[in-house]
């Protein structure tokens, strides 16, 4: 399937089976495509890495801490949000390449806020989970077996680095610039934009992290706080999907007001 075949599936998915898919779309839907997988091996490699250095102090797990693997951990942790920056870099290189050929722009009259790309439910279910998760991190470390007091720290250290690699892909979204020329590309942009926050926003890297960090601990409360705060999390997540507007009826609904040139 070609680049524009696939633009053409993407705009049918969203609901915006009317709008006429473009090479400069087809060109930017695939930029984000391979930057998103790009992410998604960055955080694959980066919950191995919270793993091993998790599994590292196990067989000293009755005595000091080690400062070696949560010096690992944070450095990895910078590299995770460098390597992030520089895909974000990547998308409006692209973005601004393919501005630099429309004969005119397009925008909203209004700059779309985090409430129109990400919604309040959603919002609220990510500041909740982590929020939700540095308290249990923070609860292991008043843990007396030295191996939770560990699993806490390396979780805390894990969530901060997820919560700034969020933090830099949502400012990203919220502030790139439109690319459109007319009325369909300009809701064709918000829709993706609109997808982007969504997927940047998913809390999935939390509700792993406990998996590779807490649950060979014996405070078996701690495991099962861990379990149901993650059950909870994606039942969630189910309920606002199901109950919140797809991403095409958010794009549309933006877009009424008239166009700026």
Same mark, same amino acid.
């Given at each position: 399937?070609?680049?524009?075949?696939?633009?053409?599936?993407?705009?049918?998915?969203?609901?915006?089976?009317?709008?006429?898919?473009?090479?400069?779309?087809?060109?930017?839907?695939?930029?984000?495509?391979?930057?998103?997988?790009?992410?998604?091996?960055?955080?694959?490699?980066?919950?191995?890495?919270?793993?091993?250095?998790?599994?590292?102090?196990?067989?000293?797990?009755?005595?000091?801490?080690?400062?070696?693997?949560?010096?690992?951990?944070?450095?990895?942790?910078?590299?995770?949000?460098?390597?992030?920056?520089?895909?974000?870099?990547?998308?409006?290189?692209?973005?601004?390449?393919?501005?630099?050929?429309?004969?005119?722009?397009?925008?909203?009259?209004?700059?779309?806020?985090?409430? #129109?790309? @990400? !919604?309040?439910?959603?919002? $609220? +279910?990510?500041? *909740?989970?982590? %929020? =939700?998760?540095?308290?249990? /991190?923070?609860?292991?470390?008043?843990?007396?077996?030295?191996?939770?007091?560990?699993?806490?720290?390396?979780?805390?250290?894990?969530?901060?680095?997820?919560?700034?690699?969020?933090?830099?892909?949502?400012?990203?979204?919220?502030?790139?610039?439109?690319?459109?020329?007319?009325?369909?590309?300009?809701?064709?942009?918000?829709?993706?934009?609109?997808?982007?926050?969504?997927?940047?926003?998913?809390?999935?890297?939390?509700?792993?992290?406990?998996?590779?960090?807490?649950?060979?601990?014996?405070?078996?409360?701690?495991?099962?706080?861990?379990?149901?705060? #993650?059950? @909870? !999390?994606?039942?969630?997540? $189910? +309920?606002?999907? *199901?109950?919140? %507007? =797809?991403?095409?009826?958010? /794009?549309?609904?933006?877009?009424?007001?008239?166009?700026?040139?």
């Amino acid at each position: 399937m070609t680049n524009l075949e696939q633009a053409g599936a993407w705009l049918a998915g969203h609901g915006l089976a009317g709008v006429e898919p473009t090479p400069l779309l087809a060109a930017r839907l695939a930029v984000r495509r391979r930057a998103r997988l790009a992410g998604d091996v960055l955080l694959a490699v980066f919950l191995c890495g919270v793993a091993l250095a998790y599994i590292s102090d196990l067989p000293h797990g009755e005595g000091p801490v080690r400062r070696g693997p949560l010096l690992a951990l944070t450095a990895m942790v910078v590299a995770l949000v460098l390597a992030q920056s520089l895909l974000d870099r990547w998308v409006r290189r692209a973005d601004r390449r393919a501005a630099a050929t429309l004969p005119r722009r397009a925008a909203h009259p209004v700059r779309l806020g985090w409430r #129109t790309l @990400l !919604g309040r439910p959603r919002a $609220a +279910l990510t500041l *909740a989970t982590f %929020a =939700g998760a540095a308290a249990l /991190a923070v609860r292991g470390l008043t843990e007396e077996v030295a191996g939770a007091r560990f699993a806490a720290v390396i979780l805390l250290i894990g969530l901060a680095g997820v919560a700034t690699s969020m933090a830099v892909q949502l400012r990203h979204v919220l502030t790139h610039p439109t690319v459109a020329d007319d009325e369909a590309s300009l809701t064709a942009d918000v829709a993706m934009r609109v997808e982007d926050a969504r997927a940047v926003a998913t809390p999935s890297v939390v509700w792993c992290l406990p998996v590779v960090s807490v649950f060979s601990t014996t405070a078996g409360w701690w495991n099962a706080a861990w379990l149901v705060f #993650t059950v @909870l !999390g994606v039942a969630a997540l $189910a +309920l606002i999907s *199901a109950r919140t %507007a =797809g991403t095409g009826t958010v /794009a549309r609904h933006a877009t009424n007001a008239p166009s700026a040139g």
